[in-house]
Each structure stands twice: as structure tokens, then as C-alpha cells.
């Protein structure tokens, strides 16, 4: 006798064009249980649900790519670890350990970075607000400062005069690139002149030394060929102020802004067939270095800020089913433990996601809702997605970057942070909130 | 040509009223007196028409979309390979080439022929960055802009005026005369698309198109000139004609050699009254009127499928100038059980042939 | 039309392909949702059916009375029982 069939939730589908293929056999998804060798359950036993996980595995394998695909082409790279993508210690020193330096934009990120024992000479300080009582501290111990505006160059100059140093800076330019929305309003506009002007500022004011250039391009872009047209950009300045100006600039940073392998809201392809490979961006970047007119030894630095495309891919989230549901409309929906105030990044990308353990059963247009009693707690727009059970675990992935630094203390905890090491061991590098360390910094009003 | 005897799968087998090669290439290569194989039609729906031709794939199988991934992909044309035997795939749709030539090295392994371009190459024609072929070819290119938020729109007409299209990277183009209908365009485009969307000045004049084959190494395999002598209302050509056109053969040989093509595709240029012409699309597939190569004599699908084979294909120049196509729409007759086959087992098998 | 008697005039296949000649729509259905339509069409009550899925499939633990419920609904949903059909219990 034949074994009986195993048991599904009885399902009804219409036939509707445009969405008939999901009713065929043909089905496409693989169950995650394993996280680098650890089985989900396992962490779910050890550390609660929801939780984030970290593949030091998959980092040192990002970086050491991204480092080796530029260094083959271009003979001096730095990678500057960009905090804001994730700040967690064991995360940066996992990156420094491979040699980063730090690229912070506030002073808790700094501190942050000292305290890891980065030293401060290799430091990039960058954004639009760095007050006095900053310049005062991070100038005098080296950090390099990257200019944003007139005032922040007049106020560092004051530094210099009252701390008697003549501190290294680079300023942070902004440039039009075909296909990508320009981000005007950081650092000084190139095309109309102002970047020219701010170097010669610097020049005549003679109190601070110009040791680089910086441009950030913008996020999450995916054409390659941006970076050459602001490489080049980059390029011809650099070039025009050693001819005008005798400069000799020990580096150029062509900033962050490299592609993970998510998928924002609205891309057409997923990740893993519209993110170009590092080596492209290496390419298109070391094309246009490759026209820098500079004697071979005085090369100048190419550092790179990427902070998303390293670490989002080491990340995972695993949630846990707490109810299934079936909308008037007909979609099935998943309520899960994990929301938008633990994986904010569910506001920009199409999540890649999967089911933790084997599933049998039909594939139907599912969306996934997070446990906030708010409309806007989608935590996956519609996918197709296999039934799952109450008490069943589903994985997020590519979820490392912004994640566990954008999240909000919102109605409950927020999840502790695993990193798997590279020989498979495990351990909480971010324990799971409680009431004491939510309650920490409050104070009772002495007259309650 | 030599005869030839493989397992073809093409895609696209979407003939609607915008429709994709796919029946174009099947009728190509079924027109191959050399050819003896089986073709395999390859869906991402039960109601793509060309899976109820029956004269037209011997077997069927669903594909899953290309948002689902190149795992799922893969492991479905493994199926399929084990089931059917697999010699070569063309794939013919824009949004599906990404994942095709991702998967190039894992179908060769399992001895899945494809002739395709790179990445690269792929990108080089890309809408996005059409402009930077000036220079490559000889004739102009329109101006183009890529962007990726509606309020651009507000101040594109410093660069281009209008009126101008709005393309999706993939498909899809809107003309737009004014601000408004600009915007409008820009969130159709971007709905169905998504971003970026590619502004494209409007050049007046007669639309004349190739389909080419490159051979990857700078050099053409051949190519067919045709002028569209009828558009719908949606600007696809429901008739045309082979032309004899020396200069845009003499394009078309050039962006072979700029591009280093591999593989198919369609050059798109307008000519103006003046005589001069403007490239406006380079895509990197079969047409939807390939057929009319077939019917021209020279057979491009076929040269592809030999190419993928693995086999040799002379350059082949001499076609049948003044060849027409007039397409036409007619209603089949489908049988409810193959609809019961596809959308329920994901196959309709025709054929008795399998690997085994 | 009353829709118990639509019921009867679906043709269900073996293979969960269901057909409404009254619409023209067409549907697909799980082994499970095929053994619940069959019971339906039969006039089966809530037990029987309840009891074909017991000895029908290999079960975990699931809550059958619940799915039969859940699987009716999708039957009023997608026109195929009146809107007041419940399986009496």
C-alpha cells in the first residue's frame, strides 16, 4: 500500500492571467535552516525570537573581495568602515581586523571608533554638522576632517589658530552623474565652482593642509558607470589644482553608495540580477584614476566608504509565525513577531525571504505584517509564499545594513544580535533588551 | 546549411497584442528545411498564445518569472533538461536576459547551449546609456536623460524639449507633450518598470529597424533592414518591408564591432526627411518580426540556434530585398485540457521525446 | 441559480482542475480542497468529510474543523457556494 498523502490546508485558487504560473507545480524556494552551518532552531532555543544574525564569514569574504578586486587594479586602496551602516563593536572590529579604517559622521561614532582603539589619525570625519566642541577635539588628535561648507571651513580654521596645529582636511565635493539624482546638498557644488573656490579658500587662509577629495555619490546605485563619470570628475579636479595650485593630494574618496543585493521597492530585477559585481565598480572607478596625472610614487590614496554592500549581506533576521490570516481580497497574511520598527529597512526593499524550516503546500500571493497595531507594519509586500504554521520560523535576508542602527525602542524590546564566527561558534554580540535597560535613563519627576 | 538536430527551448511565447519573439523565433527555425529537432516553448503564463499553437513547440513548460531569482530559474531548467533534453536555449525578452546570462556557465555545464552577449555588453546598449555611444557610431544619438524622480521632469526642458518619450529600462514608452503628461508617464513607467526611467528626445521620421546577429567578436553574422510601412496606435510595426540600406547596414556593422556583440538584436533608427539618421534603441534580442529574415532568406534564429549549438555559421549579407510581412491576428481554438495541463502540471507535452 | 446546485455542476478532475461552465472561470484545488469539493458535491455532512481527511491523509496536528471552515469561505469568496452556506455542525 501506498503511503497517504501528507496533510495540506485545504486551498482554492482562480485562474487569473498574469498570475497563473504560481498555481503550476513549478515552485522555486528553499527552506533556510541553517545559518552557516547553525540550525535556526537551535538559535531560536539559545536567544529568543525575533533575532538578527551575523555570518563573520560572509563579512570577511565582502571585504577581502572589495579589497582585492581594487587593489588589482589600482595599487593604493583604503576602506574606510562606515559606521552609520552598522555600529555594533564586534562588527566594525571584525572589519578593522582586516585592516579598515573608521568613516564616522557624529561624534558618538567616533567615540565609538576610538573606543574599539581605532586611532584617531585614521578616522574620516564626514558629514554637515560638526560643531566647534568637535573640530576642538577630533583636529588636535588627527582625524581627518572632510569640509562640508564655508562655515565649517571658517570654524576649523579657528581651530587651528587656537590649537596651534595645521590640521589635514579634504573637502567634500558634489557633481552631476547621468542617472543619478545629484545629493546637492552636501559639500561644495563642482560644476558651478564653488569646489574651486573652497580650495582656494584654504589656500589663502593658510592654516589647514588639503589632503584629499571626497565625493559620496549618493545610495544604493546601481550603475557602475556613475562612479567612472564622478571618478573622472574627481579626476580632472585633482589634476587641475596640481597644475594651478602645486596640491599633491594623498587621497581621493570616492565615498560609499555601492548596491547590496536587496531589492529596493522599485526595481524591476531582484538583487542578485541587478547589483553589479565589485569588480564592475572597481572597473569603471579605476578607469577614470587611471587618468590621474601624477607622477607614480605620489599617487594619492583611493578610499572607499562602502558600508552597505559589506555588510548587508552578512545579515539575517529570523522571525517566527504567529498567526495566518486571509484578507477579504483573497491574500493569505502572515502576522510575524519581528516589524518595521526592528527591520526598518522594510520601507525601502523587497525583502528576500524564506521559510526556515521544510514546507509543503501551495504558493500563493501572501503578505507578511509585523506585530504593531499599525496600518503601516508590513514587514513584506506581497510574495508569493508556501503555508506555514504558528510557531514556524522564517529567515530575512540580506538585512545587515541600517538595520540595528535605524531600529526603534517602540511598545516592546528590541532583539538580541548573534555573530556566527567563521568556525561555526555563536554568541550575542547585542543581548536582548529588558525592562532595566529600557527603563536605564529615565528619571521619576521627584514631585510624582 | 548543414542539417541540424537539437533541442531548441525559446521564451517569449507571448504573441499579443505587444508581443514577444518568441513565436517569431519558433517559426523561423520550423522554417529550416536543415532542421530536424524538437523546440521546447518556454512560458511564465498558461494563457501565452504560443503554447496553443500546436504546430509551434512540441512541448511546453512554465518558467518561473525572473523576480524569482536565478536559483529557481536554474533549478527548473534542470527539470526540464533531465525531462526533455536541452540543447540550446535563446531566451527573447529584455527583463529575462540578466538572469539568462548569469546562468550562461551553470546551463554550459549541464550542456545548455546559449549565444548570448555579457554583462557588459548588455549594459553598454542599455537605454540608460545610449548617449555614450556617440562617437562609436557614426550617426547621432538622441539626447537622453536618466532619471529617477518625478521632479526632474520639472526642469527637463532646459536639456531636451518637447515633446519627448519616457522609456522603462526594460520596455514600455510614453510621448509626453507637456509637464503633466510627463508625470503621468513617469509613474506608468516606473509601476510597471520601476526605476530608472530614460528620457529620450522625440526625432520625426520613417522608423527603420534591423535585426542583427554579432558573433562576439566584432564581427556580424547578418542582418535584415526593414522599414515599418504600418504602426499600431501603439507604434509597433504591423507591416513592413526589407530594404536594401547600405548606411544602416554600414551602422549596424559598426555597433557590432563598438559593442563586440554576441548574440541577436534590434537596432532602431529613425530616419529624417533631411536623410540623416538617428539611432534611438539598440535591443538585445530578436524582434518580434524576425520572421521576415526567415522569409528574406537568411535565417537568423537558426544562425543563433547553430551558433549556441556549438556549430559554424558563414556571415551571411544577401537577402531578399522588398520581402513584406503583414502580421494578422486570429483567434485559436484551444482545448480545455491543455489549459487543464499547463496551469495544473506546469507542462503540456506534445511530443513523446524525452532525455531518457 | 441556487449556488449548492452550482456545486454539482462543477467538473472537478482528478488532477484539482475545477471548471464552472456557468462562469467560465477556472480553478485550481489541493488534494485536501479536492476531497472537501467532493464531499460537498456529494452532500456530505461536516463529520463525513471531517473523517474523509482523517483517513484520507497523513495528518500532524491538524485542526480539520478549522480548515473546513477556513476552505468553505473560500468557496462563498470565489462564488462557488451561496454566501449563507455554512457546513452545519
Known sequence: MSPLPAYERPLIIRHESGLMNKFSRVQSMRPMTHLDGVAVAELMETYGSPLFVFSEKTLVERYRELRDVFSLRYPKVRIAWSYKTNYLDSIARVFHKEGAWAEVVSMFEWEKARNLGVPAEQIHFNGPYKP???????????????????????????????????????????????????????????????????????????????????????????DPDAYRQSATKMVDFANRLRQEQGITLSFIDVGGGFASHNTLKAQYLPGDQATPSFSRYAEAISDALGKLNYPPREMPTLVLETGRALVDDAGYLIATVQANKRLPDGRRALIVDAGVNVLFTSFWYKHDVVPAQEFRGVFEPTILYGPLCMNIDVVRDTLLFPPLNVGDQIVFRTVGAYNVTQWMQFITYRPAVVLISQNGQHAAIRKREDLEIVRGPEQMAPWL | MSSFNSTIAVTGLNATDNPGPGVAVIRSLRADPEFHGRIIGLAYDS???????????????????????????????????????????????????????????????????????????????????????????????????????????????????????????????????????????????????????????????????????????????GAVAMRKTFLTDKGKGWAGIAIHDPVLMRLTEQLMGALRWRGPCEVEVVATKDGGYHLLEVNPRFPAWVYLSAGAGINLPSAVARLAAGHEVKPMRDYRVGTMFVRISLDQIASLEDFERITTYGELRRSAGSAQ | MDGHNKLRDLAVSDSGFVFDPYTGSTFSVNLTGLTILRGLKEGHGREDIVGELQTGFAAGDADYHRDLDEFVGQLRNQGLLPLDFSVER
Open chain 1, 132 to 222: 566647534k566642541a568637535v573640530l576642538d577635539e577630533v583636529l588636535p588628535a588627527g582625524t581627518i576632517i572632510h569640509i562640508d561648507h564655508f562655515d565649517e571651513l571658517a570654524v576649523a580654521e579657528r581651530v587651528a589658530v587656537e590649537k596651534g596645529i595645521r590640521p589635514k582636511v579634504a573637502i567634500r565635493i558634489n557633481l552631476t552623474a547621468d542617472g543619478t539624482p545629484q545629493w546637492s546638498r552636501f559639500g561644495f557644488n563642482l560644476e558651478n565652482g564653488q569646489a574651486h573656490d573652497a580650495v582656494m579658500r584654504i589656500l589663502t587662509g593658510d592654516r589647514l593642509e588639503l589632503t584629499g577629495l571626497h565625493c559620496h555619490l549618493g545610495t544604493f546605485i546601481l
Open chain 2, 47 to 221: 494563457l501565452e498564445p504560443g503554447i496553443y499553437a500546436a504546430d509551434l513547440a512540441d512541448d511546453v513548460f512554465l518558467i518561473p518569472y525572473p523576480s524569482q531569482g536565478s536559483e529557481a530559474l536554474a533549478a527548473r531548467l534542470t527539470e526540464i533538461q533531465k525531462r526533455a533534453g536541452l540543447d540550446v536555449v535563446i531566451p527573447t525578452l529584455d527583463a529575462e536576459l540578466p538572469l539568462f546570462i548569469s546562468l550562461e556557465a551553470q546551463l554550459a555545464d549541464m550542456k545548455v547551449g546559449t549565444f548570448l552577449p555579457t554583462r557588459d555588453q548588455l549594459d553598454l546598449r542599455s537605454k540608460a546609456h545610449l548617449a555614450a555611444l556617440r562617437g562609436k557610431v557614426e550617426i547621432p544619438v538622441p539626447a537622453t536623460k536618466v532619471i529617477n524622480d518625478a521632479s526632474e521632469l520639472y526642469e527637463i526642458h532646459r536639456e531636451i524639449s518637447y515633446p519627448f518619450f519616457l522609456k522603462g529600462l526594460y520596455y514600455g514608452a510614453y510621448r509626453a507633450t507637456s509637464v503633466d503628461e510627463a508625470v503621468h508617464a513617469f509613474h506608468r513607467v516606473v509601476a510597471q518598470w520601476g526605476l530608472p526611467v530614460i528620457v529620450q528626445e522625440e526625432v520625426r521620421g520613417d522608423e527603420l529597424d534591423v535585426v542583427a546577429v554579432g558573433d562576439g567578436r566584432g564581427g556580424l553574422v
